[in-house]
Structures are given as C-alpha cells and as structure tokens.
C-alpha cells in the first residue's frame, strides 16, 4: 500500500520540473542471474559486456558535456568484473546505487538468497571504493516483502523500483514505509528496444524514445512533478538508440526549465517537503 500524497513539490532556482537521469550497468550479471547456463553462452555475455565497454563510456561523455549528473545502479558483480567502473563514475560525480549482486529477481529465489544478494551487493561495492548507497534498485522491479525489509534494515535511504505514483512517495509495507522515487515501464529503454535470442522482444524504431519521453516531461513540466527516466548501457548504448538519448537531453536542457537531479539529491531535497504533508 502506498501513503496518500497531497504535495506540490517545489525544486530548486524555481525550475518546474525535475529530472533524473538513471541507467542500471547490469553487464554480464543480467544474464547470469537469469540463468547459470548462460555461463557458456559467451555472445549473450559479450552483449552485456558491451554496456561497460562501450555504453558507459558514451553514456558518462554526454553528461559531461551537458554538465548532467547521474545516478548508475550497480550490481556487486558488474562492480567485481569491472573494477574500474565506479572509479569512472565517481570521477565525474556520479552517484552508485545498490542493485542486487548478480541481478536475481527477488520474487524467484529464497528469502536467503535475497539476503545474499542484499550483503553481496554491498561488499562488492565496498570493495571496489563506492560510498555506501544512499539508494536500492531492486532487480527486474521487483520489490518482496523479504527485500523490503532489508533496504530498510540496511539503512536505504530511498527505494526505486515501485510504481504506485509518478511522483515521489512512501512506499509502505506490513507498518512500515520507505521513500519512493518510482519508476514505470514507459519510461524505461528496455521494452522498447530490449530483445533476447530465448523470449524475442522488441526492435522500435529509435525515435519512438524522443517521442515517447517527451510526452512524460511535458506532462509533468505542467504538473512540477519529478520523473525517473531508466536505461541500461547495453541497450541504450547502441549507436543510433544513443543519438535519440542525446536529442532527447539536448531539449530538454534547451528549455532551461529543468533541474537534473541524481536520485539521492531528490531524497534529500523531497523529504523534508513531504513529512510538512503528513503532520
């Protein structure tokens, strides 16, 4: 259940509207938590490959040059295979979110396993020089009530991986809540361009992006609400998909109306404005 919402949220140098750009680097641990059997399937492996070796560096010189910061939900084995990852995205101060440790969808695997991946995840990250996540990411958007508590448990600032708003809330559970910073299907490159050997997918035309995507920020530039776009490097990487990112970021920092935000900065700038709402 989620807690009712009767806030108008204001954002910083009177922008309307704010924006936060969020790209999960699942690499190789996306297929891996799938299934073990990838570990012989060396093509899909170099595909997830691609996202750290070419996607994120594409990725990381285009908020460069837009002077955008990001939020990057790493899972602790794309940190292990990849070490120097976090050193690049810190560099350019970029915050790194927790993301399970081999991207196991909560729902499927046992309440150790969940509990696993939760401290797993952490060490990795840890290990490889990240501050210690302010923000969760659960795998595949799916949060169970295990998981629940343990962003909670583990001291999570903010959840990102629910979808009862389109504007940032408390997600709640069993009699207790965590802030929401949600995400939705619509707003993430995947089921538009996601497509595997196994199960298909889709390969929409690039523009469909631009298209889509600017319908949500003109519909919540008019409302002042706050939205989560989602990608992952390995999809959105791609050269031509790449191009529609960039026109797409290109307008809206043309419209000067926007303040792009990493998830924990819209934490810290939302909680203080929602609990004035629940007093």
Same mark, same amino acid.
């Given at each position: $259940?989620?807690?009712?919402?009767?806030?108008?949220?204001?954002?910083?140098?009177?922008?309307?509207?704010?924006?936060? =750009?969020?790209?999960? !680097?699942? #690499?190789?641990?996306?297929?891996?938590?799938?299934?073990?059997?990838?570990?012989?399937?060396?093509?899909?492996?170099?595909?997830?490959?691609?996202?750290?070796?070419?996607?994120?560096?594409?990725?990381?010189? $285009?908020?460069? &040059?837009?002077?955008?910061?990001?939020?990057?939900? !790493? +899972?602790?084995?794309?940190?292990?295979? *990849? +070490?120097?990852?976090?050193?690049?995205?810190?560099?350019?101060? *970029?915050?790194?979110?927790?993301?399970? *440790?081999?991207?196991?969808?909560?729902?499927?695997?046992?309440?150790?396993?969940?509990?696993?991946?939760?401290?797993?995840?952490?060490?990795?990250?840890?290990? #490889?020089?990240?501050?210690?996540?302010?923000?969760?990411?659960?795998?595949?958007?799916? =949060?169970?009530?295990?998981?629940?508590?343990?962003?909670?448990?583990?001291?999570?600032?903010?959840?990102?991986?629910?979808?009862?708003?389109?504007?940032?809330?408390?997600?709640?559970?069993?009699?207790?809540?965590?802030?929401?910073?949600?995400?939705?299907?619509?707003?993430?490159?995947?089921? $538009?361009?996601?497509?595997?050997?196994?199960?298909?997918?889709?390969?929409?035309?690039? &523009?469909?992006?631009?298209?889509?995507?600017?319908?949500?920020?003109?519909?919540?530039?008019?409302?002042?609400?706050?939205?989560?776009?989602? $990608?992952? +490097?390995? !999809?959105?990487?791609?050269?031509? &998909?790449?191009?529609?990112?960039?026109?797409?970021?290109?307008?809206?920092?043309?419209?000067?109306? !926007?303040?792009?935000? &990493?998830?924990?900065?819209?934490?810290?700038?939302?909680? +203080?404005?929602?609990?004035?709402?629940?007093?």
């Amino acid at each position: $259940m989620t807690t009712p919402h009767a806030a108008t949220l204001k954002w910083p140098n009177a922008k309307s509207t704010a924006v936060s =750009l969020t790209f999960d !680097v699942d #690499a190789e641990a996306g297929y891996l938590g799938e299934s073990p059997a990838y570990a012989r399937r060396l093509t899909s492996l170099s595909e997830g490959r691609f996202g750290v070796v070419r996607g994120v560096p594409r990725i990381v010189e $285009m908020l460069r &040059r837009h002077g955008i910061r990001a939020t990057f939900f !790493v +899972p602790g084995y794309t940190a292990e295979q *990849h +070490p120097h990852l976090v050193e690049l995205l810190l560099k350019d101060g *970029h915050e790194i979110g927790h993301h399970g *440790h081999m991207h196991l969808r909560s729902d499927r695997v046992s309440a150790q396993a969940q509990a696993d991946e939760m401290r797993l995840g952490l060490a990795a990250l840890q290990k #490889a020089g990240a501050p210690k996540p302010a923000g969760y990411r659960s795998s595949s958007w799916e =949060l169970t009530p295990e998981t629940f508590d343990l962003v909670l448990d583990n001291g999570f600032v903010y959840d990102s991986s629910c979808m009862g708003d389109d504007r940032p809330y408390h997600e709640c559970w069993n009699g207790r809540s965590i802030l929401e910073l949600p995400v939705h299907w619509s707003l993430d490159d995947y089921p $538009m361009f996601g497509w595997t050997i196994d199960n298909g997918g889709n390969f929409t035309a690039p &523009r469909t992006l631009v298209d889509t995507w600017l319908a949500e920020y003109e519909s919540a530039r008019r409302d002042g609400r706050h939205t989560t776009f989602t $990608m992952h +490097p390995e !999809v959105i990487g791609r050269g031509a &998909r790449f191009d529609q990112l960039e026109r797409f970021v290109e307008r809206l920092v043309a419209d000067g109306d !926007v303040w792009f935000a &990493r998830l924990d900065e819209v934490a810290r700038h939302v909680s +203080p404005q929602l609990e004035r709402v629940a007093a």
